[in-house]
């Protein structure tokens, strides 16, 4: 089993900044890809980035690419999510996400076995 935690979601003004931070423990040596989703209201669940650790490979969705960062911590089994040049449109609840096997596109929401409860982002113009 595996659990997360996530943290650092808050509000924020048009072209600003945020890192979300996401804490695995637990038998974090099985997973194979470590993301990010976010679901706005009345949306589906979308993936914004994945990483897959000890590959070095990262994967973004269109609409994040060059703003957004994930990287990861290994020391401290956590991913982060460095959000740059943040607009009205990234507003959301994001999630992290892991996952024990590769399955699927890396933006596949069923390609995924575990799930943080969400943390907050709010983006004002």
Not at 32 to 37: A, I
Not at 50 to 67: C, E, H, Q, W
Not at 116 to 123: A, E, L, Y
Request: charged share 20%; glycine share 14%.
């Amino acid at each position: 089993q595996v659990q997360l935690v996530e943290s650092g979601g808050g509000s924020v003004q048009a072209g600003g900044s945020l890192k979300l931070s996401c804490e695995a423990s637990g038998d974090t040596g099985s997973l194979r890809r470590l993301g990010w989703f976010r679901q706005g209201p009345g949306r589906e669940r979308q993936g914004v980035a994945t990483i897959f650790p000890g590959l070095g490979d990262t994967k973004y969705a269109d609409s994040v690419k060059g703003r957004f960062t994930i990287f990861q911590d290994n020391a401290k089994n956590t991913v982060h999510l460095q959000m740059n040049s943040l607009k009205p449109e990234d507003a959301a609840m994001y999630y992290c996400a892991a996952a024990k096997r590769y399955a699927g596109a890396w933006f596949q929401v069923d390609g995924y076995d575990y799930w943080g409860q969400g943390t907050q982002v709010t983006v004002s113009s």
